[in-house]
């Protein structure tokens, strides 16, 4: 079974960038999922972007799209977020999640199998 374990989370100013790692432990996947979720208090877990691997195939939630980039190294089994522009409202705990050897790429919780255990990001203004 695969472990996820992220980092990169931190205090930034409202504008500046930050980058996310999630490193994979275990079995490396030539096919699944990957995708980085971020949570709020008192509400549900949000998918923010997610990327096939293999395909390499990318969505990202409208929030995000042209500041957050997905990535993947598959020679280093690591998932990246790189976040830029960013704003107050981007503050939350960040999640990357995998549902190894899958054929779809949803953006829905349960569809995904491993989970890390998150990092903090803070954005103020």
């Known amino acids: 079974q695969v472990q996820l374990v992220e980092s990169g989370g931190g205090s930034v100013q409202a504008g500046e960038s930050l980058t996310l790692s999630c490193a994979a432990h275990g079995p490396s996947y030539s096919s699944g999922c990957m995708a980085w979720f971020r949570q709020v208090p008192g509400k549900e877990r949000e998918n923010i972007a997610r990327i096939v691997i293999g395909s390499g195939s990318t969505f990202y939630t409208d929030s995000v799209k042209g500041r957050f980039t997905i990535s993947r190294d598959s020679a280093k089994n690591t998932l990246y977020l790189q976040m830029a522009v960013l704003k107050p409202e981007d503050a939350a705990i960040y999640f990357c999640?995998?549902?190894?050897?899958?054929?779809?790429?949803?953006?829905?919780?349960?569809?995904?199998?491993?989970w890390g255990q998150g990092t903090q990001v803070a954005v103020s203004s």
């Open positions: 999640a995998a549902a190894p050897m899958r054929t779809t790429c949803s953006s829905v919780p349960s569809f995904f199998t491993v």
